[in-house]
Nanobody, 129 residues
């Protein structure tokens, strides 16, 4: 069992930076691929970024590539999302999630929400122009 708590959201202006953090409880955190997803009003939840358990591989949605960076600290049970050059279209509730072990050997980008079995409550990011 993994419990996830996000923090760091807020209201910023376009072009600003923001760092989201996700703190996990549970002894299996270091074995999970971790992901960040977001959901804007009236839209489906979409993949943002993911990082494998070792931190050796990272994945990004095309819309955030080059602007966002995902990282993790397994010693501290945390995963972070550094967001730079924010745009209005980045406005959404951001969720941290832990991938289920049954999907850990799948090839390719771990971008499908159904792969993730543990979710945080979300943190709001609002970018104004």
């Amino acid at each position: 069992q993994v419990q996830l708590v996000e923090s760091g959201g807020g209201l910023v202006q376009a072009g600003d930076s923001l760092r989201l953090s996700c703190e996990a409880s549970g002894r299996t955190f270091s074995r999970h691929t971790m992901g960040w997803f977001r959901q804007a009003p009236g839209k489906e939840r979409e993949f943002v970024a993911a990082i494998r358990s070792s931190g050796g591989s990272t994945y990004y949605a095309d819309s955030v590539k080059g602007r966002f960076t995902i990282s993790r600290d397994n010693a501290k049970n945390t995963v972070a999302l550094q967001m730079n050059s924010l745009k209005r279209e980045d406005t959404a509730v951001y969720y941290c999630a832990a991938q289920g072990f049954r999907f850990s050997d799948y090839d390719g980008t771990p971008s499908r929400p159904y792969e993730y079995v543990y979710w945080g409550q979300g943190t709001q990011v609002t970018v104004s122009s």
